[in-house]
């Protein structure tokens, strides 16, 4: 992950699971951050309004922080990983328990700022150039 021209933001200890939260950040991933914002406001998971939260903060320190534009930014990254896990106990019959595991989970979610086409295209032609001349 290159740290110059991106903004960072992590929520920590959200209460469900990795695998349920993957699926929210699937929906935002590689896409620009305002369509994201209203994916995830008109989204019906439950976990979608804490994820909504840390893309929020990840907007506000590209903003304030390095002094991106928030209309060419796009969720480059959004990670998931597992977090703490309690585990609760249930009376069941018979003088018997069951275990209830209640998981936690972690999101990181990464913001780039869109670089114009034309300097795309310079910097592919950079590389061919510096390619041709490694190969003289």
């Known amino acids: ?37 209203t994916q995830l406001s008109m989204s019906k998971r439950r976990v979608a309004g804490d994820v909504k939260k840390v893309l929020m903060a990840a907007i506000a320190n590209a903003e304030n922080n390095n002094g991106m534009d928030v209309d060419k930014l796009y969720v480059s990254e959004a990670f998931v990983g597992k977090a703490i896990t309690m585990k609760r106990f249930r009376a069941r019959a018979k003088g018997r328990g069951a275990r209830i595991i209640k998981m936690f989970s972690n999101i990181t979610i990464v913001l780039k700022e869109q670089m114009p086409v034309a300097e795309k295209k310079d910097k592919k032609e950079d590389k061919k150039e510096t390619n041709l001349k490694e190969k003289k």
């Open 1 to 37: 992950m290159d740290k110059t021209n991106c903004a960072i933001a992590k929520g920590t200890l959200i209460r469900t699971s990795p695998r349920k939260l993957n699926l929210v950040a699937g929906l935002i991933r590689g896409s620009k951050a305002g369509k994201a914002l």
